[in-house]
T-cell receptor, first 109, second 118 residues
Framework: TQLLEQSPQFLSIQEGENLTVYCNSS?????LQWYRQEPGEGPVLLVT?????EVKKLKRLTFQFGDARKDSSLHITAAQPGDTGLYLC?????????FGQGTTLQVKP | GAGVSQSPRYKVAKRGQDVALRCDPI?????LFWYQQALGQGPEFLTY????????KSGLPSDRFFAERPEGSVSTLKIQRTQQEDSAVYLC????????????????FGPGTRLLVL
């Protein structure tokens, strides 16, 4: 069974702080995706990483895929209240997505 | 253009009642997925369709769960004799192409149906 472990599960920080969310697995994935989900909405794709060691930047968000394609991280610089939400990593080999349990981020103004 | 839509958005059912949840994928999308999301958790895969063919139903938790996509477009997830543990958000997602090994086609999610079984 493929599992993705996300940490931390909850994070409450002040505006302007930096944070990192981790996503780890014992399985290799052909691609890994990061989603953000707002209350009452479905997950929205932020980024897809496919190459071991790959780093992608999306404004203040930096995503990294581990060399062995088993783990990933999401780093947010200078967090803002608008970053508040549930962040999900999801791995895929055959199309269906295997999600981590999510990280609930609260950024206080 | 229109995204994935789901109906109803909220459903309250009495234990033992049958429910049907509808998903309208993005027009032309070949693949359709159903996921179940418990409160505060990540979504869990239920089943996958390629056009009208149900190619993977390994995530359906019991034989009370049944999904169909008869014309390769709209899909319905049916839950018979609902139980309290069925309470969750049911998410539908669609993607343009069929999945291929080594590539990930973007899945677009609907807003979900929140099911509460009393």
């Amino acid at each position: 069974t493929q599992l993705l472990e996300q940490s931390p599960q909850f994070l409450s920080i002040q505006e302007g702080e930096n944070l990192t969310v981790y996503c780890n697995s014992s399985s290799v994935f052909s691609s890994l995706q990061w989603y953000r989900q707002e209350p009452g909405e479905g997950p929205v794709l932020l980024v897809t990483v496919v190459t071991g060691g790959e780093v992608k930047k999306l404004k203040r968000l930096t995503f990294q895929f581990g060399d062995a394609r088993k783990d990933s991280s999401l780093h947010i610089t200078a967090a803002q209240p608008g970053d508040t939400g549930l962040y999900l990593c999801a791995g895929s080999n055959t199309g269906k997505l295997i999600f981590g349990q999510g990280t609930t981020l609260q950024v206080k103004p | 253009g229109a995204g994935v839509s789901q109906s109803p958005r909220y459903k309250v059912a009495k234990r033992g009642q049958d429910v049907a949840l509808r998903c309208d994928p993005i027009s032309g999308h070949v693949s359709l997925f159903w996921y179940q999301q418990a409160l505060g958790q990540g979504p869990e895969f239920l089943t996958y369709f390629q056009n009208e063919a149900q190619l993977d139903k390994s995530g359906l938790p019991s034989d009370r769960f049944f999904a169909e996509r008869p014309e390769g477009s709209v899909s319905t997830l049916k839950i018979q004799r609902t139980q309290q543990e069925d309470s969750a958000v049911y998410l539908c997602a669609s993607s343009l192409m069929r999945p291929t090994s080594g590539a990930q086609e973007t899945q677009y999610f609907g807003p979900g149906t929140r099911l509460l079984v009393l």
